[in-house]
């Protein structure tokens, strides 16, 4: 599997970086998981704006679903002719969510003229040539994270969540284990809402996970704290998420 960073601001966009928006290819199937703000510009750095085979949307808050909204009008007023519908995969009421966010859409059902929504539940599945398994994290809203699995390499992301004991089992002795951590040790505490640094390195020692990448780390944040917090409980590799940076799994 290969993995690109397209975008991994947390909740809004920062001067480098778009919002949540990873993609994940292998044997040249092309998943996206999140398209947060600014991250359709992005993606166009890494591959053509239809060469997409599906999307996962991890929840629906706006940092990690807005750009559907310009990638429909991509897709649906396509010069060379409208878009066959692309598997989105989402909680329940993406197509709903998406449409009222476009706000006048030619019809109710046009979304799904270009996307193919399916409703996601904690449960394991196939996507293109992948093994996926999802579970509810702790965030105020459904939200998912996933395990994704191919050739024996496995990868997981994290979603938005607070601590969470689906957490641990979805990063069980992953290859890869790409964690938001949102806040900071010792300045913001809000269960079940976002991890800091500490809390994901502790969720990736209970997980035997093999390597951590730390992602949606606000503007307002200085990683290099969540960085130090996250190394200081987890004894395996750390780093943080970067645009453009790609990871061989
Ligand atoms: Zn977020
Ligand atoms: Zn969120």
């Not at 750009?67 to 519908?85: I, L, S």
């Not at 390195?201 to 996970?209: C, K, L, M, P, Y």
Request: charged residues 20%; hydrophobic residues 35%.
């Amino acid at each position: 599997m290969k993995l690109t960073v397209v975008g991994c601001s947390g909740s809004f966009p920062s001067a480098e970086s778009a919002c949540s928006s990873y993609l994940v290819e292998a044997d040249g199937f092309r998943l996206l998981l999140d398209m947060g703000n600014g991250a359709l510009g992005e993606l166009q750095r890494h591959c053509g704006l239809y060469d997409l085979d599906a999307i996962f949307l991890s929840h629906l808050h706006a940092d990690h679903c807005i750009d559907m909204c310009g990638y429909f009008v991509a897709r649906y007023y396509r010069h060379d002719g409208r878009c066959d519908p692309l598997p989105v995969y989402g909680p329940e009421g993406t197509e709903h969510r998406l449409t009222t966010a476009y706000a006048d859409t030619p019809s109710a059902s046009s979304m799904s003229e270009v996307f193919d929504f399916h409703t996601v539940k904690p449960s394991t599945f196939e996507i293109g040539p992948f093994l996926v398994h999802t579970e509810r994290v702790a965030h105020p809203v459904e939200a998912y994270g996933i395990r994704i699995e191919h050739g024996g390499r496995t990868l997981t992301y994290s979603g938005d969540t607070g601590v969470s004991p689906a957490l641990d089992d979805l990063a069980r002795d992953a290859d890869l284990f790409l964690c938001e951590a949102a806040f900071t040790h010792g300045k913001e505490n809000i269960p079940d809402l976002h991890l800091n640094g500490r809390e994901a390195g502790e969720t990736a020692a209970r997980a035997g996970a093999r390597r951590l990448i730390l992602t949606h780390i606000p503007p307002w944040t200085d990683p290099q704290i969540n960085l130090t917090d996250a190394r200081g409980v987890y004894a395996g590799p750390v780093g943080l998420a970067a645009p453009g940076t790609t990871y061989e799994i």
